[in-house]
């Protein structure tokens, strides 16, 4: 496994839920950690919290759906810290919504977070990293949603994971010849506020709009903590794996397991 302290790493999304446990066991491990997150000030508590584990961590701004606001978060980055070691492509969001159904502007909204939003994180950071040598490392935060059927109801959510399983697996090709690593971190129901999404939404897709807090019920009562999700993420980076799973229970494995026999038995080979 290997050792991370004293590398610099940053983390969108890391206001609270996935982003911020990502961004503490970063810091725990001994990286220097700039969290990001569309609130400023989500992100600042959380980067006082990793300076509180004794490393070096500043919270920034950053509108994913804004290449200019990356490009700008990314130099302020640098700045701050230096170059970095390891970068996580985390912030996401969900609609639970099909495609017929959505209004558009939400299904623009998601599908800008949830895809463009890895592409133009790793993007911004991508000649940094060829740049150097030794341990370097991408993760992006997918789902379990991305490895099984659709769910009912959120359909338009899983199809946006499998693009950033599909981005996660074009990277690793693309950036293994530089030395860079690539990890795909999907876990079940997890116990955010991703249900809650839409209090950061920015004006050009609508603007804030807060759920009652009883739609979170759900993610209360069955959501795997955010620390254990955190934990296998980072040991999975560390370690160099490209899957990191992580279902919420056995019935949710069993669903990778299911859809890929589904595709094996969709195999037909040509008569010679």
Known sequence: MQDIAGTNAVITGGGDGIGR?????????????????????????????????????????????????????????????????????????????????????????MYQVNVDGVIDTVRAFSDGLKEQSGFRAIGVTASMASLTHPEAGNPSYSASKYAVVGIAEGLRTELAPEGISVTALCPGLVNTRIWDGARARPEKFGGPRHAPEEAGERWREAGMSVEDVGCWGVEALRDGRFFALMPDDEVRGNLVAERHQEIMDGIRYPRR
């Open 21 to 109: 446990a990502l961004a503490l066991e970063l810091a725990k491990a001994g990286a220097n950690v700039v969290v990001t997150d569309i609130r400023t000030d989500a992100a600042e508590a959380v980067a006082a919290e990793g300076t509180a584990l004794g490393v070096k961590s500043v919270g920034l701004a950053c509108d994913v759906t804004d290449e200019g606001s990356i490009e700008e978060m990314a130099a302020k980055a640098v700045e701050a810290l230096g170059p970095m070691q390891i970068v996580w492509a985390n912030a996401g969001l969900g609609i639970g919504q099909g495609f017929t159904t959505a209004r558009r502007e939400n299904l623009r909204w």
